[in-house]
Nanobody, 120 residues
Framework: QVQLVESGGGLVQTGGSLRLSCAFS??????????MAWYRQAPENQRELVAGFTSSGTTNYADAVKGRFTISRDNSKNTLYLQMNSLKPEDAAVYYCNTKITWPRRGEYWGQGTQVTVVS
């Protein structure tokens, strides 16, 4: 069973920084297959990809966050991170950790989300 637990959201001023964390747990074999990403959803908007890893380990970012956000993963701590700098009001949303697995079967899992609020 895969579990994802986000933390690190909060209220920050425009231009500030936050680091989101996603602690993940699963069997060792499943963790090996996990391809992870961060999504966000603002009120009345669709959920959108913010940053993610590809199956080959490269990263990709939404144009709106390139140069400001950095995704990283610490396998020794079973944790995914999203470092967010130079935050803007339009970054305010609920941020979700996401993973796709291929063992023991293909599947997709979501965390419960963490709220990020940016005030000017």
């Amino acid at each position: 069973q895969v579990q994802l637990v986000e933390s690190g959201g909060g209220l920050v001023q425009t231009g500030g920084s936050l680091r989101l964390s996603c602690a993940f747990s699963a069997s060792r074999s499943t963790i090996y297959t996990m391809v992870m990403a961060w999504y966000r959803q603002a009120p009345e908007n669709q959920r959108e990809l913010v940053a993610g890893f590809t199956s080959s380990g490269t990263t990709n970012y939404a144009d709106a966050v390139k140069g400001r956000f950095t995704i990283s993963r610490d396998n020794s701590k079973n944790t995914l991170y999203l470092q967010m700098n130079s935050l803007k009001p339009e970054d305010a949303a609920v941020y979700y950790c996401n993973t796709k697995i291929t063992w023991p079967r293909r599947g997709e899992y979501w965390g419960q989300g963490t709220q990020v609020t940016v005030v000017s």
